[in-house]
């Protein structure tokens, strides 16, 4: 599985959205990117995951660039229960693992 | 449908004790993946198994470490003769299939911490 890049920490207000971006420049075709959060003292938590389009659910929602080589989750409204560390994860169908990273830190501020 | 269900959520052992964390899988889940978390680090997968098959143990300590997922009953993670280096968080995640586009259903982990 190709790897991802993440700033370690952002900060944001409640209510506010937040774009949380994730580099991936050696994605391949069939890599579907993935995301996950994990909040204190928990485990990973699905956020949402798409292949080319663009993805909505009720949590978030998923941009993917026209190239995939980056995507942005996008937090529409955040709330201090967001308060995680934010994975993205390549995932191809011949790997059997999900690569984590180190995540992106988000911090919500009242 | 409960979700990934692991026991013990906190397990204390001594040096040269042995370690053994359990995992139930989603109801009709047959994959099952076993990931460590020291402190302050990522998820570092540790090993993929299907119902009574290791299909995947690359991140496994060649020592010490086995894991099993037999055709009845939970997974089982065990740590033979842990040492304090083993003290970290064990996550079990399970899914329905194996692919790129499927999702890991992550349990509550199992907080190890060797005295």
């Known amino acids: 599985d190709a790897k991802t890049t993440q700033p370690n920490s952002m900060e944001s207000n409640e209510e506010e959205p937040v774009h949380l971006p994730c580099n991936h420049s050696?994605?391949?075709?069939?890599?579907?990117i993935h995301w996950y959060r994990q909040l204190p003292s928990q485990g990973p938590e699905y956020v949402i995951h798409?292949?080319?389009s663009n993805v909505n659910n009720r949590m978030a929602s998923l941009a993917i660039a026209e190239d995939r080589k980056s995507s942005t989750l996008i937090l529409h409204r955040a709330t201090l229960r967001d308060a995680a560390v934010y994975y993205c994860i390549l995932r191809g169908n011949t790997g059997n693992q999900f690569y984590f990273g180190t995540g992106t830190s988000l911090t919500v501020i009242p | 449908n409960a979700g990934v269900m692991q026991n013990p959520r906190h397990l204390v052992r001594r040096r040269g004790q042995e370690a053994r964390l359990r995992c139930s899988p989603m109801?009709?889940?047959?994959?099952v993946y076993w990931y460590r978390q020291l402190p302050e680090e990522g998820l570092k997968f540790m090993v993929y198994l299907q119902k009574e098959n290791i299909i995947d143990e690359s991140g496994m300590p060649k020592e010490r470490f086995s894991a099993e997922f037999p055709k009845e009953g939970p997974s089982i993670l065990r740590i033979q003769q842990v040492v304090r280096g083993d003290s970290a968080a064990y996550f079990c995640?399970?899914?329905?299939?194996?692919?790129?586009?499927?999702?890991?259903?992550f349990g509550p982990g199992t907080r190890l911490t060797v005295l």
């Open positions: 050696t994605i391949s075709g069939t890599d579907y």
């Open positions: 995640a399970s899914s329905p299939v194996a692919g790129g586009s499927d999702t890991q259903y």
């Open positions: 798409g292949l080319t």
């Open positions: 109801k009709g889940h047959s994959h």
